[in-house]
């Protein structure tokens, strides 16, 4: 069972945003003693998600939760957007498919980078994602 | 607006990046930096991003197009400095920026870069002085 230590949100809707939400991220991992090359990748995908809120969404509110299972805690982070929503989300998991200009790399790679990763969208109501990065995993 | 400043020093360009990027500031410095390589004729590109905690794929593809555009320009590109923990974060994201060339550090980026460009005949000089007086 995942518990909940403590809670914070964040509105990201320009991109200045994202460097704060990024450092307030790095804060929350810092307080949970992860190690660096985790705290990089968490904050990478965190990065990528928050660009496709900002790029698909024009931007979204994100929760940040210390959170902790057994004798491991981690960072769940939810990006909760109200955009057009995903067409067809078995395509935009996959490798180097975009329906922007970009490497297509963000939603796959993101999940690659983290140990829990989910997504939920509906076409004309918003998509939400939530990924855990554990503090060891 | 922010601006990531560039350094001339002889025929090469230099930029440490020392602030967190977001994706406008990396765009600028792709624009800003291509652009000098044209008018100063720039034969190298050495971005220092020991600083940078963070290259996503958006930043990734940026470091490649700079490469790209400016060995198009007739410049080559290094990237220097890069953390270890941005290296493997790089890789499982799926982007191993193949095809830009990396260095340790700026001193060894700066002889990878001399090793690369050929000696101009009537530059040669200048370039010498630059590099005695730095």
């Known amino acids: ?137 | 607006m922010d601006k990531i400043p560039i350094l001339k020093m002889g025929s090469f360009l230099l930029v440490t990046i020392q602030v967190d990027l977001y994706d406008r500031l990396a765009l600028n410095l792709e624009s800003d930096l291509i652009q000098m390589v044209d008018k100063i004729g720039a034969k190298g590109v050495l971005i220092d991003i020991s600083a940078v905690n963070i290259v996503d794929s958006f930043m990734g593809r940026i470091l490649g197009n700079i490469a790209s555009m400016s060995r198009i320009l007739d410049a080559q590109t290094v990237v220097v400095g890069m953390q270890p923990a941005v290296a493997i974060t790089l890789v499982e994201l799926g982007l191993p920026l193949n095809g830009v060339r990396t260095a340790l550090n700026v001193e060894k980026g700066m002889a990878l870069l001399q090793s690369m460009i050929p000696p101009e005949k009537g530059d040669e000089e200048n370039i010498e002085d630059d590099h005695n007086s730095f």
Do not use: C, H
């Open chain 1, 1 to 137: 069972m995942i518990i909940t230590l403590s809670k914070d949100e964040m509105a990201v809707v320009k991109e200045q945003d994202v460097v704060p939400f990024r450092n307030r991220v790095r804060e929350y991992a810092v307080k949970i003693k992860m190690g660096l090359v985790n705290q990089t990748k968490l904050i990478t995908a965190a990065s990528e998600l928050v660009r496709n809120m900002l790029r698909y969404a024009n931007g979204g509110k994100i929760r940040i939760e210390i959170v902790s299972k057994g004798r491991d805690n981690g960072i769940r982070l939810t990006f909760a957007d109200t955009g057009p929503g995903i067409q067809n989300i078995d395509l935009a998991m996959k490798d180097g498919y975009s329906t922007g200009k970009s490497l297509g790399l963000g939603l796959p790679g993101a999940r690659r980078l983290v140990n829990e990763f989910n997504i939920q969208t509906e076409t004309g109501k918003g998509t939400t994602v939530t990924i855990i990065k554990w503090s060891n995993g």
